[in-house]
């Protein structure tokens, strides 16, 4: 039996004409909203804010950064600027008495003493033994 395996499932279908879902959404909300706001403002002030409204809508429908949708972007800084900050690496200062303590173990401990003619003697029969 043999099933036909989809190709291109990271292309959006066109839905409406040359654009997507998601981009027909942006585009209706952005000039519905500006409608409204040349419905209930006075002219003046519904155009000033008319102006960023339709160019936020445009940016989230076509724009891309990267090859990565606007819509992404604008999410990830939203992320960054109200999110928690994690900070991982702080710099913290040697303790000395961490070393003091190694030194008081190792004195503490029966380490046999060499004098120099039994270090001697020593290193010359591991020389020889190695050849």
Same mark, same amino acid.
């Not at 604008?74 to 303790?95: C, M, Q, R, T, V």
């Given at each position: ?6 190709? @291109?499932?990271?292309?959006?279908? =066109?839905? !409406? ?6 981009? *027909?959404? +942006?585009?209706? /909300? ?31 429908? @076509?724009?891309?950064?990267?090859? =990565?949708? !606007? ?6 800084? *939203?992320? +960054?600027?109200? /999110? ?48």
């Amino acid at each position: 039996m043999q099933f036909q395996v989809p190709q @291109f499932i990271e292309v959006e279908d =066109k839905i !409406f004409g040359p654009l997507t879902l998601k981009q *027909f959404i +942006y585009l209706v /909300g952005g000039a519905g909203f500006s409608f409204a706001l040349y419905t209930f403002l006075p002219k003046f002030i519904a155009f000033a804010l008319m102006a960023p409204v339709l160019g936020l809508s445009i940016a989230l429908a @076509f724009y891309k950064i990267n090859g =990565k949708p !606007f819509v992404l972007i604008l999410e990830s800084a *939203f992320k +960054y600027i109200f /999110g928690n900050k994690l900070y991982i690496w702080k710099k913290e200062p040697h303790k000395k008495k961490q070393k003091k303590e190694s030194v008081d173990v190792i004195k503490q401990l029966n380490v046999p003493r060499l004098s120099e003619s039994k270090l001697k003697d020593l290193s010359w029969s591991l020389d020889v033994q190695d050849k």
